[in-house]
């Protein structure tokens, strides 16, 4: 039996990139995942990528999980509600994992720009595609996860981010949507501290995906002929590697014990044992400290020891 078999997922925004990756990881590990995103067969939404859920869905199918594609603008309250009210009727209320990796910014990170030369209503568009919309989602999904974690007994949401640490990511707008998907799995690991769901924020590496390998010239095949323009791409991974990241999470019995912490594909490889696609095991958090020095105050659970005894826990007990 293969460990995530009976279990239903949702990938929010599972078109391209990590979000495909993740599908797909939890379809080897036996999944039912329902595949989400605006880009459908004969109808692209991003310009210039050809990408669909529809192909997500089938490589789900192929890995050996069941791949579902539903159109889904996560923007929209009112398609994340139908999302919602979907999920609850085919699966009868059961929802087990929620990965939240909805993103669409890139055409619109201003990265060489100050915040005094950035663009206002692209900054505040990223904001809306990839916080605003990981906002909508867990608010409609979450209720599905905690009834369900009544009887089953765990469930899991995971925000994708960029990095498990404080440094500047070298834009405003781009720095401000990672940091608080950061704080999102951290506000929802308090909120649910008292159920037996874990929210959790992961980082993959530097992450060799389609857009990255137009981007060298290259393909999956002969992705190290990159390393002429950046050597740092010797130490990329697929989407698949931060897929299955979370896939040994969600197959975790004791994962709750991570709730609220920020993770990486690398450390978590460590952890877990799991391998990229050709079964390697690269690490972007070593190559980074040994090229470029250790990045600014890494995240550590011990510094947040004050968040799970708020003063708003303190002083009302019950609040949630």
Same mark, same amino acid.
């Given at each position: ?145 905690? !009834? ?65 390998? !137009? ?21 990329? !991974? ?51 400290? !040994? ?30």
């Amino acid at each position: 039996m293969k460990p995530l078999e009976g279990r239903i997922a949702l990938v929010a925004g599972a078109t391209r990139g990590a979000g495909r990756g993740i599908a797909c990881a939890l379809g080897e590990a036996g999944a039912t995942v329902y595949c989400t995103g605006r880009s459908v067969r004969g109808k692209p939404a991003t310009k210039g990528r050809r990408e669909t859920i529809n192909e997500t869905a089938q490589m789900v199918t192929a890995r050996g999980g069941k791949g579902i594609a539903v159109r889904c603008d996560h923007t929209k309250e009112s398609d994340v509600k139908k999302l919602a009210g979907r999920i609850k009727r085919e699966q009868k209320g059961k929802l087990d994992i929620l990965v939240n990796d909805v993103w669409g910014g890139d055409a619109l990170t201003e990265f060489g720009k100050t915040f005094w030369q950035v663009s206002i209503n692209q900054g505040l568009a990223m904001l809306n595609q990839a916080v605003h919309s990981h906002i909508i989602t867990s608010r409609y999904l979450a209720p599905l996860l905690i !009834e369900h974690s009544k009887a089953k007994g765990s469930g899991l949401i995971v925000e994708i981010t960029d990095g498990d640490f404080f440094g500047y990511r070298g834009n405003l707008f781009y720095d401000l949507v990672k940091i608080s998907v950061i704080r999102l799995a951290m506000i929802m690991a308090y909120e649910l501290r008292k159920t037996t769901i874990t929210a959790v924020a992961v980082t993959p590496g530097f992450l060799r995906s389609e857009a990255m390998l !137009e981007n060298f010239g290259v393909k999956e095949e002969n992705w190290r002929d990159a390393a002429k323009k950046d050597p740092n791409f010797l130490h990329s !991974e697929t989407p698949l590697f931060v897929g299955r990241a979370i896939a040994a999470l969600a197959a975790d019995p004791n994962v709750k014990k991570k709730s609220g912490q920020v993770l990486s594909s690398w450390d978590l490889s460590d952890e877990y044992g799991f391998t990229d696609a050709d079964g390697g095991r690269p690490h972007w958090g070593r190559h980074f400290a !040994e090229t470029y020095g250790a990045p600014i105050k890494k995240f550590d659970a011990t510094l947040y020891s004050h968040f799970w005894e708020s003063p708003m826990s303190v002083a009302f007990p019950d609040w949630p």
